[in-house]
């Protein structure tokens, strides 16, 4: 049997299904979310007293994401009161436009994005100059759209629904979305709620007296533990068998609460347990040549140990010495019972 001496797949090693780190943010996020408990309930609230602005603030790999990608599945259980955008740098301005005037179409209106341009009955279907604008610069490309028309769409639809847009890595946004949140946060839309994380500063444009601000500053050992068992139970490992209090308590240390950075050194401990592993299974091969402390040379007739001496080798890494074994011969003494002659003694009788 050839000996293991380099493995790919390690999570295998260790008896996992798959790497339960391999997926920076896993779905869907209810099921691997962990802590910031009372953060969570502060935007809880501000969602329904109608904050204007919510600003999630934290170093990178703090959780921002994570608490975004949570807001949003929360609120599409809502989707006949609340309307939703989400975007992050990965959404074009034109898809994010979209995704924004879409849910305040009326049925003419959707009617006509089936059309490829505003002539026929397509154009008899649109009665709003607004939307028309819009219609022309985000679907047909025909001109510029001004920032300003977007306002007045969204002003004028959200009556009965409410509009939440929320930006994930607002400091990585195109300055195309920095223009239309500056002109909708300037004229306070009633029913129009923005959350944004960033790991810096936003512009003081936006960042008004009615922002709330959240802070996440990483979480606690037992929040990061709870987090990797969920993790882990992905991968179909039902505890932490694999690591001890020590490692984990360190690591968490060395991470300062850091959601991400205590992934990743978890990960490289994982990884390092695995080669580990590997090595042990090499060491402990069968196969392997040990070492014998004695070996008796019995390969001899029984004959020829009766007549020679036996020979013992102790392999060491002392000088080997032999030593010769002789049989000793006892005469045995015959032991003679010792005769004991009894006294005899007169008996008088008495009269």
């Given at each position: 049997?050839?000996?293991?001496?380099?493995?790919?797949?390690?999570?295998?090693?260790?008896?996992?299904?798959?790497?339960?780190?391999?997926?920076?943010?896993p779905?869907?996020?209810?099921?691997y979310?962990s802590?910031y408990?009372?953060?969570?309930?502060?935007?809880?609230?501000?969602?329904?007293?109608?904050?204007?602005?919510?600003?999630?603030?934290?170093?990178?790999?703090?959780?921002?994401?994570?608490?975004?990608?949570?807001l949003?599945?929360?609120?599409?259980r809502y989707?006949?009161?609340?309307?939703?955008?989400?975007?992050?740098?990965?959404?074009?301005?034109?898809?994010?436009?979209?995704?924004?005037?879409?849910?305040?179409?009326?049925?003419?209106?959707k009617?006509?994005?089936?059309?490829?341009?505003?002539?026929?009955?397509?154009?008899?279907?649109?009665?709003?100059?607004?939307?028309?604008?819009?219609?022309?610069?985000?679907?047909?490309?025909?001109?510029?759209?001004d920032?300003?028309?977007?306002?007045?769409?969204?002003?004028?639809?959200?009556?009965?629904?409410?509009?939440?847009?929320?930006?994930?890595?607002?400091?990585k946004?195109?300055?195309?979305?920095?223009?239309?949140?500056?002109?909708?946060?300037?004229n306070?839309?009633?029913?129009?709620?923005?959350?944004?994380?960033?790991?810096?500063?936003?512009p003081?444009?936006?960042?008004?007296?009615?922002?709330?601000?959240?802070?996440?500053?990483?979480?606690?050992?037992?929040?990061?533990?709870?987090m990797?068992?969920?993790?882990?139970?992905?991968?179909g490992?039902?505890?932490?068998?694999?690591?001890?209090d020590?490692?984990?308590?360190?690591?968490?240390?060395?991470?300062?609460?850091?959601?991400?950075?205590?992934?990743?050194?978890i990960?490289?401990?994982?990884?390092?347990?695995?080669l580990?592993?590997?090595?042990?299974?090499?060491?402990?091969?069968?196969?392997?040549?040990?070492?014998?402390?004695?070996?008796?040379?019995?390969?001899?007739?029984?004959?020829?140990k009766?007549?020679k001496?036996?020979?013992?080798?102790?392999?060491?890494?002392?000088?080997e010495?032999?030593?010769?074994?002789?049989?000793?011969?006892?005469?045995?003494?015959?032991?003679?019972?010792?005769?004991?002659?009894?006294?005899e003694?007169?008996?008088?009788?008495?009269?």
């Amino acid at each position: 049997m050839v000996e293991k001496q380099f493995i790919y797949f390690w999570y295998k090693e260790l008896g996992w299904k798959n790497d339960p780190f391999a997926v920076k943010h896993p779905e869907p996020v209810q099921e691997y979310i962990s802590g910031y408990e009372n953060e969570k309930k502060k935007i809880n609230y501000a969602i329904i007293e109608k904050t204007p602005i919510i600003l999630i603030t934290g170093k990178e790999g703090s959780g921002k994401t994570t608490i975004a990608l949570w807001l949003r599945d929360e609120l599409k259980r809502y989707k006949h009161l609340v309307a939703v955008d989400y975007i992050n740098r990965n959404v074009s301005f034109t898809n994010f436009l979209k995704n924004l005037i879409e849910p305040f179409m009326n049925i003419r209106e959707k009617l006509a994005l089936k059309g490829t341009s505003l002539s026929g009955k397509a154009e008899g279907l649109i009665k709003d100059e607004d939307f028309k604008q819009i219609f022309e610069a985000v679907y047909l490309h025909k001109n510029q759209l001004d920032p300003n028309t977007i306002e007045r769409y969204i002003a004028n639809r959200l009556k009965k629904k409410q509009l939440i847009i929320l930006i994930d890595d607002f400091n990585k946004a195109d300055e195309n979305y920095l223009k239309l949140i500056e002109i909708l946060t300037a004229n306070n839309i009633e029913g129009l709620q923005l959350i944004i994380s960033s790991s810096t500063a936003i512009p003081e444009s936006i960042n008004k007296n009615k922002t709330l601000k959240i802070e996440l500053n990483g979480l606690k050992l037992e929040e990061s533990k709870n987090m990797l068992i969920k993790r882990l139970n992905n991968a179909g490992v039902k505890s932490l068998e694999q690591f001890d209090d020590y490692d984990l308590t360190n690591i968490h240390k060395k991470s300062e609460g850091n959601p991400l950075k205590f992934l990743e050194l978890i990960r490289e401990k994982s990884i390092d347990i695995a080669l580990s592993k590997t090595k042990q299974l090499k060491n402990n091969n069968p196969n392997k040549e040990t070492k014998t402390i004695v070996d008796l040379d019995l390969s001899k007739e029984e004959t020829e140990k009766e007549s020679k001496p036996y020979e013992i080798k102790v392999i060491s890494s002392a000088e080997e010495r032999q030593y010769n074994i002789q049989p000793t011969i006892k005469k045995r003494e015959e032991v003679k019972p010792k005769r004991i002659e009894k006294e005899e003694r007169q008996v008088k009788r008495i009269r």
